[in-house]
């Protein structure tokens, strides 16, 4: 029985809930996702979800009910962490554009662009390789942020639109641009649950 957690403090909850309950199915695993409001719903998770939204307000709620600090012991501890898009914000070391109040776990060793697509561009979908299947896989941009740079050799490209990163990983965290909650394609969230089984 494994148990993963959605940070719900904000955003794209509910549709990581379903994703990885139907991830869960595809594999084979008995388990179940659960939506977290306070740090003691994290005891005894085996993975943890930081969905898009807004960051600033779920930078803002983490650190308010006490999410924050947790998820960062836990993260360092070797917890394994998927961040999509806002999410990705948060696990960020460096962040640009981000406001004076705003803080981030600083877990993952990228340097992201908050609002990089800007106005002009600000949804699409596109289609990903993966370096974990052969098939493409469609992601959803959302007002996303974007990797500029990888700051150290511990982190890993898992996910391009073309020749660019839009996809990473460090050993138990991966960090996402794009949505992989929103399509019916559970690859992503496949992946991610065999760093938490
Ligand atoms: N641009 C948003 C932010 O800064 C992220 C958008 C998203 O998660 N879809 O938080």
Not at 42 to 68: A, D, H, W
Not at 72 to 92: D, H
């Amino acid at each position: 029985m494994i148990k993963v957690g959605v940070i719900g403090v904000q955003g794209a909850v509910s549709e990581h809930i379903e994703a990885t309950k139907k991830a869960m199915e595809r594999m084979n695993i008995n388990g179940e996702a659960l939506w977290v409001k306070k740090p003691e719903q994290l005891r005894e998770v085996n993975g943890i979800i930081i969905p898009g939204g807004e960051s600033t307000t779920i930078s803002r709620l983490m650190q308010k009910n006490g999410l924050f600090k947790l998820v960062k012991k836990l993260g360092e501890e070797g917890l394994p962490i998927m961040g999509t898009c806002a999410g990705l914000i948060m696990l960020s070391k460096e962040v640009m554009g981000g406001t004076q109040e705003q803080k981030f776990l600083g877990l993952l060793d990228v340097k992201v662009n908050r609002n990089a697509y800007g106005r002009q561009v600000d949804s699409f979908e596109a289609p990903l390789k993966l370096a974990f299947s052969s098939e493409p896989f469609i992601g959803v941009f959302i007002r996303a942020p974007r990797i500029i740079e990888l700051l150290s050799n511990k982190v890993k490209p898992i996910a391009w639109l073309g020749d660019r990163i839009v996809g990473v990983e460090q050993e138990n965290l991966i960090g996402l641009e794009f949505h992989s909650e929103l399509t019916n394609d559970t690859r992503v969230h496949e992946y991610f649950l065999g760093k938490a089984i």
